[in-house]
């Protein structure tokens, strides 16, 4: 398996069902999106990057993103385009907030996001050189059913890690957490590096699970209201 084919699953198993809900503590942002308004965002960026950029296996994407519901359609539709993901490094396309852009001025492709307004892009022209995610995704075709997933479980995954790896990491990283079958997985952590997103996002996935992501809480009495309002079952 691999982690692009879990998504698939769960997709097909509920997609109705949320797979991220996201909470911003100091702003008071709550977006929820459901495995279906999330594939329509994976299948946006998967056909950007095939279609548009024509990359795919073999190719590699930058992904250093902050811990946000905008950040997971990015990994998704790399990992469904066939790309090797890292979180460092050179690569041939770069998903990035505005803090983590610097470094990338030898990629050929830039996309940046606006943490502050993912779901409408930048107000006005984003920063540097790069080109703003949103407005780059949406124009591009929204249906899952166009989507082929382009990588084998022995293609490049993540990082050093084919994708068939990154599936048994994520598997063994959710029995960690004490997340089971259709567990629902909450997460206060800040993502620096791949690590950080295969725990928040791709444990939860192998165990056709869901994830909450809540910035800015320093509460532990807000956090654990959290978990019973979504009744989140592990925590990390």
Request: proline share 5%; hydrophobic share 45%.
């Amino acid at each position: 398996m691999t982690p692009e084919q879990r998504f698939a699953e769960l997709l097909a198993a509920g997609a109705s069902l949320p797979f991220v809900t996201y909470y911003d503590e100091a702003s008071g942002e709550r977006s929820e999106l459901s495995a279906k308004s999330l594939a329509n965002w994976v299948a946006k960026t998967h056909h950007l990057l095939g279609d548009e950029l024509g990359l795919g296996v073999g190719d590699t994407a930058l992904v250093a993103l902050p811990a946000h519901w905008i950040s997971v359609p990015a990994i998704l539709g790399c990992l469904t385009a066939g790309l090797h993901v890292v979180s460092e490094g050179d690569a041939d396309v770069a998903f990035v907030a505005p803090a983590t852009l610097d470094g990338t001025a030898s990629i050929p492709d830039v996309f940046v996001i606006a943490p502050d307004s993912a779901a409408v892009g930048f107000r006005g022209a984003p920063p540097g050189d790069a080109q703003d995610y949103v407005a780059a995704v949406r124009p591009q075709a929204d249906k899952w059913a166009g989507v082929q997933l382009r990588g084998t479980g022995a293609d490049a995954g993540v990082a050093a890690r084919s994708r068939a790896e990154v599936d048994a990491v994520a598997l063994a990283r959710a029995a960690e957490f004490g997340l089971t079958a259709g567990g629902r997985l909450l997460t206060t952590r800040d993502w620096s590096s791949s690590a950080d997103w295969i725990d928040a996002v791709l444990a939860p996935l192998a165990v056709g699970g869901s994830v909450v992501i809540v910035r800015n809480a320093s509460d532990d009495e807000l956090i654990e209201r959290r978990m019973q309002q979504e009744r989140a079952t592990a925590r990390i």
